[in-house]
């Protein structure tokens, strides 16, 4: 794995990122550091905007591009970001038919999954 240092996170404009709760803020540090990682820029699509129903307007969800990103690689992406975050509570989900290329990642935790545990 490539280390390259972290510059600003960079936010597509218009995409509405300021109602977006504390666990996509840790999911989006993670996929920045994986997708740097690999040598891609990551971008923030979307956040609270452009979607009606489901988890983005709750700030429960956000979508990453991946146009730039050749596909063996976002599969790559893909299974790092699914082995890190599942098991916290977040569903990775991505090649959504009749869409844009893009990861998307949300915040909904079943049984066993937990994004904080106090300990002592
Ligand atoms: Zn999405």
Redesign the pocket.
Known sequence: MVTTAITAMKIKKGADYQGLKREMWFAIGVALSIINGYGYKFVLT?GTDS?TT???PKGF???IRTRHIPLATETLIYNDLQTRLEAMGFDV?YR?PNRPR?L???YDSKPGEQFIEEVD
């Open positions: 979307c979607h489901g988890l983005h969800a956000v979508d989900v959504e893009h998307h990642i949300e």
